[in-house]
């Protein structure tokens, strides 16, 4: 089995910066894309970031030019640095990776989420 887990989200007010973690872990032989969504309150949930195996990203508008995704895989981790964060950013963020437990097999699994508030 592949857990994921995060962590590093909490409350800053607007204009501040959260940085999130997510470590992924178990039986894993490749990870290809790995990335974030969000959910804010009352609302569907939402792509945020993707970063690809071959070292490519791409950002949802809304946070493009304040947000920056980089990845360790030695460590299986991937790392969401948010700035300028905005109380619309106020949201349950997720990750998410594409995981070969073998050649053959490619699955995508979730994080459990982790919250981050943003006070005007």
């Known amino acids: 089995q592949v857990q994921l887990v995060e962590s590093g989200g909490g409350l800053v007010q607007a204009g501040g910066s959260l940085r999130l973690s997510c470590a992924a872990s178990?039986?894993?032989?490749?990870?290809?894309?790995m990335g974030w969504y969000r959910q804010a309150p009352g609302k569907e949930r939402e792509w945020v970031v993707i970063s690809t195996s071959g070292g490519r990203t791409n950002y949802a508008d809304s946070v493009k030019g304040r947000f920056t995704i980089s990845r360790d895989n030695a460590k299986n981790t991937v790392y969401l640095e948010m700035n300028a964060l905005r109380p619309e950013d106020t949201a349950i963020y997720y990750c998410?990776?594409?995981?070969?437990?073998?050649?053959?097999?490619?699955?995508?699994?979730w994080g459990q989420g982790t919250r981050g508030t943003v006070s005007a």
């Open positions: 998410f990776a594409e995981v070969q437990r073998s050649i053959n097999s490619r699955t995508t699994y």
């Open positions: 178990g039986n894993i032989f490749r990870i290809n894309d």
